[in-house]
C-alpha cells in the first residue's frame, strides 16, 4: 500500500511538471530604448556620480549600461525625472540638464565644476543641492528655469557662480542653516525669482550684510523660522512678490520697496519692523495689523488693509504714528469686515484738482459712519479747504458735516456718508475742467470770447452766457452743448466764441459752464469787455489721474468734433 502511495505522488507531480511547462510562454527579450547621438549619457537610477551603476550611455543607436561615468568630454547628460545624482569626488562637466524631479547633490567637501563648453551649460528644471563647492567656468554658464530649485547649504562662497547664471522669476533659490552651519551669502546686486532663508534645526543668522545695489527678488521673499536677516550697512530689497517673515528681520538703515504688479502681502508669524518701506506706482501691497516703520513710508501705488469695523474708532493703515495715516471709520451699526484702499501721490481716475490721495471703501454691510481721511501735507495739491467727494451714481457726491484739522503727515477731512466704494478730497467738484485761459475782448463791432482747457478728463461740452452786469441776469449763447474737442484727453484745447449781436462800445460780461459727462455743471467767471474785472476767472492747476473705477465711456457717442469759432449774428 505505501509503495502505491509513492508511485501515485509520483505521477502526480509528474502530471504538474508537464502542465507547467505547457502552460507557461516563452521571455520575451526587452527591447533597447533608441538614442541617437553618440557619447550621450541619461541616469539609469539613483546613485553616485562616479558610479558606472548610476549611467546608461548612448552607443549612437541604443541607450546601453555605461562602462564609464560621464565628464565634460562626454556627450550632453541628463539627469532623469525621479533620480537623485550625488557627486561623492571632483568633476568637471558640460552639457547638463537636470529634468524636472531629478536632482543632483554636491557633496561637503566636493566640487563640482561647470566647464565652459558651447551654449548654456548646465540647465536646472529641478534640484541642485550644494554642500561643497559649485564651480560654473564662465558667465551665461547656467540657467535656473521656472519651477527650479537651487538649495546653497554651504559656507563655501555664492557670489560668483550667481553673476554666471540666471535665474527665472519663478525659479526658487534657498539658503539652508542650521545652529551649526551658516551658509555663505550674497545679496548686493543680485537678481532672484523666489527668495528663502530657512534653518533645518535650531537658528542661525547671516553676518551684518554690506552693499550699495539693492537685491532684486522677483518673486517671493520668505524668512523661515529660526532665521535671522541683518541688514547692517546693505542698502536694501526690492520684491516683486509677496513678503511672509517666520524670522527675524533687522532693518538697520535699509529700504525695502515693493514693486509687483499682481497684488503683494506682508505677512508671517513675526512682525516686521521696515525702516525705510517704498511703495512704487502700480504697486498694490496687503498690510497687517502688525507692520511698523522706523523711517519713511512713501507710498506711490497702494496700500490695502482689512479689518472688522463694528463699534467705536477702527483705523485703517495708520501705521507707526507720525509715519503714515489712512482712514478712520466710526460706524453706528456692525459693518463687518471692511477693506480699505489708499493709493497715494495720485489722484482718482476722473479727476482733477483734488488732493494727490484716492481712497476706497468696501464693508460688508454698509452703514452711516463717520470716516476720517488722511493726507500729507505734500500731498495737498494746492487744495486748501478740501471736501469729502463720494462716487455714487455715476458722479460726484459730496459728504455732510465736514470739519478739518491736523498737519504734517496727519491732516485730515472727517465727514458723514452711508454709501461707500471711492473717495477723494477736493474744494470743489473734483470732474470739474481745468482752465488755463477764459477771457473776453473787442473785435471790430463783436465780442471775441476765449477759452482755453488744460485738459479735458470726462468733459462733454460747454455752454457760454452774456450778461450786461456781473450779478446777470444771464443769456445763453449757444443753441447746442459746444462739444469738447478732445474728450476724454490729459491735453487741452482752445475754443473761441465771436458774439457779434452786441452794441459797440457797451460793457459785457461772460460766464462759461463745462458740463461733464455726468451731467455735474460747473461754472467759470465772469470775465468782462471792461478794461479791468476783478472777478475774472481763477485758474486750476491740472490734476493727475490715478486708479480706475470704471467711469463709463458715453463720449463716443457725441459725433461732434470741436469748435473752432462760431458767430452769432
Known amino acids: 500500500m505505501e509503495r502505491l502511495l509513492r508511485k501515485s505522488v509520483m505521477v502526480l507531480m509528474a502530471l504538474a511538471l508537464a502542465l507547467g511547462a505547457w502552460g507557461r510562454l516563452p521571455v520575451q527579450p526587452v527591447a533597447a530604448e533608441a538614442c541617437s547621438t553618440l557619447g550621450d549619457y ?17 552607443d549612437g543607436s541604443n541607450w546601453v549600461a555605461a562602462s564609464s561615468t560621464p565628464t565634460s568630454a562626454s556627450g550632453a547628460i541628463s539627469i532623469r525625472n525621479g533620480h537623485t545624482v550625488t557627486v561623492t569626488a571632483a568633476v568637471t562637466v558640460d552639457q547638463v540638464t537636470i529634468e524636472a524631479g531629478g536632482q543632483v547633490s554636491i557633496n561637503s567637501a566636493t566640487t563640482w565644476t561647470i566647464a565652459d563648453g558651447t551654449g548654456v551649460d548646465l540647465v536646472i528644471n529641478g534640484i541642485v543641492e550644494n554642500k561643497g563647492t559649485f564651480s560654473p567656468s564662465a558667465s551665461n554658464a547656467w540657467t535656473l528655469n521656472s519651477g527650479a530649485t537651487f538649495i546653497h547649504n554651504t559656507t563655501t562662497g555664492i557670489s560668483t557662480p550667481l553673476t554666471r547664471g540666471t535665474l527665472d522669476p519663478a525659479s526658487t533659490f534657498i539658503y539652508r542653516g542650521s545652529s551649526t552651519l551658516t551658509p555663505a551669502v550674497s545679496m548686493s546686486g543680485k537678481t532672484y525669482g523666489n527668495l528663502i532663508f530657512e534653518s533645518t534645526s535650531g537658528s542661525w543668522s547671516t553676518s551684518s550684510l554690506t552693499g550699495s ?12 523660522t529660526g532665521v535671522t536677516i541683518n541688514m547692517g550697512t546693505f542698502v536694501g530689497l526690492t520684491i516683486g512678490g509677496n513678503w511672509t517673515n517666520n524670522g527675524t528681520f533687522t532693518a538697520s538703515s535699509s529700504l525695502v520697496t515693493f514693486n509687483g504688479t499682481a497684488e503683494q502681502t506682508i505677512g ?4 516686521t519692523t521696515f525702516n525705510n518701506l517704498t511703495i512704487n506706482t502700480g504697486a498694490t501691497v496687503v498690510v497687517p495689523t502688525t507692520v511698523a516703520v522706523n523711517g519713511t513710508l512713501t507710498n506711490n501705488g497702494a496700500l490695502k488693509q482689512t479689518r472688522a469695523v463694528s463699534s467705536g474708532t477702527v483705523s485703517f493703515l495708520n501705521i507707526s504714528s507720525t509715519k503714515y495715516y489712512g482712514v478712520d471709520i466710526a460706524p453706528q451699526g456692525d459693518m463687518g469686515d471692511t477693506t480699505v484702499t489708499v493709493w497715494g501721490n495720485q489722484a482718482c481716475a476722473g479727476t482733477q484738482n483734488t488732493v494727490l490721495r484716492c481712497f476706497d471703501i468696501s464693508p460688508t454691510t454698509s452703514q452711516q459712519a463717520e470716516i476720517t481721511l488722511y493726507y500729507r501735507d505734500a500731498e495737498a495739491n494746492s487744495q486748501t479747504t478740501p471736501n469729502i467727494w463720494h462716487f455714487s451714481g455715476g458722479s460726484w457726491v459730496q459728504a455732510t458735516g465736514i470739519t478739518r484739522g491736523g498737519t504734517g503727515e496727519g491732516t485730515w477731512v472727517k465727514g458723514t456718508v452711508t454709501t461707500f466704494s471711492p473717495f477723494t478730497l477736493s474744494d470743489n467738484d473734483p470732474t470739474a475742467v481745468d482752465l488755463t485761459d477764459f477771457s473776453a475782448a473787442w473785435d471790430g463791432d463783436a465780442v471775441a470770447v476765449s477759452w482755453e482747457t488744460a485738459q479735458e478728463l470726462d468733459n462733454l461740452g460747454f455752454n457760454l452766457y452774456r450778461g450786461e452786469s456781473a450779478a446777470g441776469p444771464w443769456t445763453r449763447l449757444n443753441a447746442e452743448l459746444i462739444p469738447a474737442q478732445h474728450p476724454g484727453a490729459t491735453f487741452g484745447a482752445t475754443y473761441e466764441w465771436l458774439d457779434a449781436d452786441v452794441t459797440p462800445g457797451a460793457t459785457y460780461f461772460y460766464r462759461l459752464e463745462d458740463v ?5 455743471s460747473t461754472f467759470h467767471g465772469p470775465v468782462s469787455t471792461a478794461p479791468v474785472d476783478p472777478s475774472a476767472v481763477a485758474l486750476a492747476a491740472f490734476g493727475a489721474r490715478g486708479p480706475a473705477f470704471g467711469l463709463p465711456l458715453a463720449l463716443a457717442a457725441l459725433g461732434l468734433w470741436g469748435l473752432a469759432r462760431k458767430r452769432r449774428s
Do not use: H
Open 42 to 58: 541619461r541616469s539609469a537610477a539613483t546613485g553616485n556620480w562616479n558610479a558606472t551603476a548610476t549611467w546608461e550611455y548612448c
Open 213 to 224: 545695489t539693492a537685491t532684486s527678488i522677483k518673486g517671493d521673499f520668505t524668512l523661515g
Open 268 to 271: 508671517g508669524s513675526s512682525a
Open 516 to 520: 461733464d459727462i455726468y451731467g455735474v
